[in-house]
Nanobody, 130 residues
Framework: DVQLVESGGGLVQPGGSLNLSCAAIGKTNVLNCMGWFRQAPGKEREGDAVITRIHGGTAYADSVKGRFIISRDNSKMTWSLQMNNLKSEDTAVYYC???????????????????????WGQGTQVTVSP
């Protein structure tokens, strides 16, 4: 089994920055794709950024390109989302996720497009407000 533990999030003013982190615990050697997804009230969960464990390839949603950066530390089995120039529309609950296999862009667009079960973090609230 795999458990994902998130940290970070909170309240920030527009234009500000936040960093989210996720740590995988357990049978982590089976995880090859990691990412960050968000869910705003009344909306479906959608992908922000995803990364592969081995090669570090990345994919970003158009709405966050140039503002968000995903990175990973394989030695610790953690990955982070650095969020810059935050906007009010970024307000949502953010979830980290990890799967056995994926194609980056399809998984970014649809969390169900993956191999094996999907592991989710507990979610962390990000609120962007003056």
């Amino acid at each position: 089994d795999v458990q994902l533990v998130e940290s970070g999030g909170g309240l920030v003013q527009p234009g500000g920055s936040l960093n989210l982190s996720c740590a995988a615990i357990g049978k982590t050697n089976v995880l090859n794709c990691m990412g960050w997804f968000r869910q705003a009230p009344g909306k479906e969960r959608e992908g922000d950024a995803v990364i592969t464990r081995i090669h570090g390839g990345t994919a970003y949603a158009d709405s966050v390109k140039g503002r968000f950066i995903i990175s990973r530390d394989n030695s610790k089995m953690t990955w982070s989302l650095q969020m810059n120039n935050l906007k009010s529309e970024d307000t949502a609950v953010y979830y980290c996720a990890a799967v056995t296999g994926c194609s980056l862009v399809p998984w970014l667009r649809d969390p169900g497009q993956k191999s094996g079960p999907i592991n989710w973090g507990q979610g962390t609230q990000v609120t962007v407000s003056p």
